[in-house]
Protein backbone atom coordinates (compact mmCIF):
# COMPACT_ATOMS: atom_id res chain seq x y z
CA UNK A 1 0.00 0.00 0.00
CA UNK A 2 1.39 3.33 -0.82
CA UNK A 3 2.54 5.99 1.58
CA UNK A 4 -0.59 8.57 1.81
CA UNK A 5 -0.30 12.18 3.49
CA UNK A 6 -3.82 14.29 3.69
CA UNK A 7 -3.87 17.85 4.05
CA UNK A 8 -7.08 19.19 6.53
CA UNK A 9 -8.08 21.76 8.96
CA UNK A 10 -7.92 20.91 12.26
CA UNK A 11 -10.21 23.93 13.01
CA UNK A 12 -13.03 23.31 10.85
CA UNK A 13 -15.34 21.11 13.42
CA UNK A 14 -16.76 19.09 10.15
CA UNK A 15 -13.59 18.33 8.64
CA UNK A 16 -11.83 17.41 11.97
CA UNK A 17 -14.54 15.30 12.88
CA UNK A 18 -14.32 13.44 9.27
CA UNK A 19 -10.71 13.30 9.38
CA UNK A 20 -10.36 12.29 13.39
CA UNK A 21 -12.69 8.82 11.99
CA UNK A 22 -10.19 8.31 9.43
CA UNK A 23 -7.00 8.85 11.33
CA UNK A 24 -8.76 6.39 14.22
CA UNK A 25 -9.32 3.95 11.39
CA UNK A 26 -5.45 3.97 9.78
CA UNK A 27 -4.09 3.89 13.53
CA UNK A 28 -6.08 0.44 14.59
CA UNK A 29 -4.79 -0.63 11.01
CA UNK A 30 -1.54 0.33 11.18
CA UNK A 31 -2.50 2.00 7.54
CA UNK A 32 0.63 4.53 6.84
CA UNK A 33 -1.47 7.26 6.12
CA UNK A 34 -0.10 10.71 7.76
CA UNK A 35 -2.74 13.51 8.62
CA UNK A 36 -1.41 17.06 8.78
CA UNK A 37 -3.31 20.17 9.95
CA UNK A 38 -3.03 22.89 7.77
CA UNK A 39 -2.49 25.65 10.41
CA UNK A 40 0.82 24.08 11.08
CA UNK A 41 3.01 26.40 8.61
CA UNK A 42 5.86 24.31 8.37
CA UNK A 43 3.61 21.75 7.20
CA UNK A 44 2.13 23.75 4.47
CA UNK A 45 5.62 24.29 3.57
CA UNK A 46 5.96 20.69 2.75
CA UNK A 47 2.89 20.45 0.53
CA UNK A 48 3.69 23.73 -1.58
CA UNK A 49 0.44 25.50 -0.87
CA UNK A 50 -0.67 28.34 0.78
CA UNK A 51 -3.07 28.25 3.62
CA UNK A 52 -5.87 29.41 1.92
CA UNK A 53 -5.55 27.00 -0.96
CA UNK A 54 -5.57 24.24 1.76
CA UNK A 55 -8.54 25.76 3.23
CA UNK A 56 -10.31 25.42 -0.01
CA UNK A 57 -10.62 21.67 -0.74
CA UNK A 58 -9.06 18.41 1.00
CA UNK A 59 -5.71 17.26 -0.86
CA UNK A 60 -4.19 13.96 -0.43
CA UNK A 61 -0.74 13.35 -1.46
CA UNK A 62 0.25 9.83 -2.57
CA UNK A 63 3.46 8.20 -4.25
CA UNK A 64 4.55 12.13 -4.98
CA UNK A 65 1.20 13.19 -6.42
CA UNK A 66 -1.32 15.58 -5.59
CA UNK A 67 -4.89 15.25 -5.45
CA UNK A 68 -7.67 18.22 -4.62
CA UNK A 69 -11.06 17.68 -3.73
CA UNK A 70 -13.48 15.18 -4.85
CA UNK A 71 -9.85 13.45 -6.19
CA UNK A 72 -8.48 13.36 -3.07
CA UNK A 73 -11.56 12.05 -1.22
CA UNK A 74 -11.28 9.15 -3.51
CA UNK A 75 -7.66 8.20 -2.98
CA UNK A 76 -8.06 8.47 0.63
CA UNK A 77 -11.01 6.23 0.75
CA UNK A 78 -8.73 3.50 -1.55
CA UNK A 79 -6.35 3.66 1.02
CA UNK A 80 -8.75 2.99 4.26
CA UNK A 81 -9.99 -0.90 3.73
CA UNK A 82 -13.65 -0.06 4.87
CA UNK A 83 -14.56 2.73 2.65
CA UNK A 84 -13.42 1.30 -0.71
CA UNK A 85 -16.58 0.41 -1.97
CA UNK A 86 -17.41 4.40 -1.15
CA UNK A 87 -14.06 5.25 -3.23
CA UNK A 88 -15.53 2.73 -6.08
CA UNK A 89 -18.61 4.25 -5.93
CA UNK A 90 -18.02 7.75 -6.33
CA UNK A 91 -15.82 6.73 -9.47
CA UNK A 92 -18.73 5.87 -11.30
CA UNK A 93 -19.11 8.67 -14.02
CA UNK A 94 -22.86 9.95 -12.95
CA UNK A 95 -21.96 9.80 -9.32
CA UNK A 96 -18.69 11.59 -9.36
CA UNK A 97 -20.38 14.26 -11.55
CA UNK A 98 -23.08 14.74 -8.91
CA UNK A 99 -20.17 14.16 -6.31
CA UNK A 100 -17.42 16.82 -7.57
CA UNK A 101 -20.66 19.28 -8.53
CA UNK A 102 -21.96 18.87 -4.92
CA UNK A 103 -18.49 19.29 -2.66
CA UNK A 104 -17.11 22.24 -5.62
CA UNK A 105 -20.70 23.86 -5.82
CA UNK A 106 -21.74 23.72 -2.37
CA UNK A 107 -20.03 21.94 0.55
CA UNK A 108 -16.22 23.18 0.00
CA UNK A 109 -17.54 26.98 -0.30
CA UNK A 110 -19.83 26.43 2.45
CA UNK A 111 -16.62 25.06 4.95
CA UNK A 112 -14.56 27.80 3.45
CA UNK A 113 -16.85 30.94 4.09
CA UNK A 114 -16.94 28.87 7.79
CA UNK A 115 -12.96 28.98 7.93
CA UNK A 116 -13.58 32.96 7.06
CA UNK A 117 -15.23 33.73 9.56
CA UNK A 118 -13.33 31.58 12.05
CA UNK A 119 -10.25 33.28 11.06
CA UNK A 120 -12.43 36.97 11.39
CA UNK A 121 -13.36 35.83 14.94
CA UNK A 122 -10.11 35.18 16.33
CA UNK A 123 -9.30 37.90 14.66
CA UNK A 124 -10.54 40.33 16.71
Not at 12 to 24: M, Q
Not at 67 to 76: D, I, M, R, S, T
Not at 111 to 123: E, G, I, M, N, W
Request: proline fraction near 5%.
Amino acid sequence: MADTDVLYNADCPVCSREIDHYAKLSAAQALPLRYDDLNDASVLHSWGVTADQAARRLHVRQNGTLYVGVPAFVVLWQSLPRYRWLARLVSLPGIYRLAHWTYEGVLAPLLYRSHLRRQARTAR
